[in-house]
């Protein structure tokens, strides 16, 4: 398979709980991106890298979110001291940097996260 | 701020029918728009890539037109089946921000 893969598909956890995502795009992808989906809801863009480099962030990324692409490979989300606002459903997509009328973003099946 | 609008929110149709969904932005300044289909508790799939310097797009019974001076998007689904029904999304892309700005979506169910 080589689109982009999320893991895990599923968390639930605790409040107060820190939490990991992990993000493969593509694979000559050097865009990534993190949405954020609640349910009911269109979306919403969080974060994105071009290759290691953060380049973005949107002020929904609280100080309890941190993401990384060390490599410029995979990427992960953190959320620290979980809170039952953070349940929703969380995207990340790809796409390689090139001519922006055409650049397409290809989206991961997601990480569902349940906070109890 | 990019703002986008889809209408209606939801869809119900009998099978073969063509139907129309409708999408509208804010800030017309962007670079393509693209159209996704998400089944229930799915990712999103990307259905068609329409350029700001174009007028439609097609992909089999699929067609996006952009007016992108007044913000509008249409997705045109020919003799719609019961497998098209999912939410359909549109998301304009601003490259200022390199980001997609999503509508909340259409939801369609299409019967048999």
């Known amino acids: 398979d080589t689109g982009v893969s999320q893991d895990p598909r599923h968390k639930i956890t605790k409040r107060g709980q820190n939490v990991t995502f992990r993000c493969d795009p593509i694979?000559?992808?050097?865009?990534l991106y993190w949405y954020r989906q609640t349910l009911g809801q269109g979306p919403e863009f969080l974060t994105y890298?071009?290759?290691?480099?953060?380049?973005?962030k949107s002020r929904l990324l609280s100080d309890r979110f941190s993401a990384e692409r060390p490599k410029g490979s995979f990427s992960t989300l953190e959320i620290q001291r979980t809170e039952q606002g953070d349940s929703a459903m969380y995207l990340c997509a790809s796409s390689l940097r090139g001519l922006a009328l055409k650049e397409t973003q290809y989206f991961g099946p997601g990480t569902r996260l349940l906070v109890l | 701020k990019q703002e986008v609008t889809q209408i209606p929110a939801a869809l119900s149709v009998p099978e073969g029918e063509n139907l129309v969904l409708n999408c509208s932005f804010t800030?017309?300044?962007?670079?393509?728009l693209q159209w996704f289909r998400q089944d229930p508790g799915k990712g999103l799939t990307s259905l068609l890539l329409i350029q700001s310097s174009q007028r439609e797009q097609t992909s089999g019974r699929l067609n996006a037109s952009l007016d992108k001076s007044s913000g509008r998007s249409t997705l045109y689904i020919a003799a719609s089946q019961p497998g098209d029904s999912a939410t359909y999304l549109c998301a304009p892309y601003t490259g200022g921000g390199n980001k997609l700005t999503f509508g909340t979506g259409t939801q369609l169910k299409v019967e048999l």
């Open positions: 800030d017309s300044a962007i670079y393509n």
């Open positions: 694979s000559e992808h050097n865009r």
């Open positions: 890298f071009q290759n290691e480099a953060q380049l973005e």
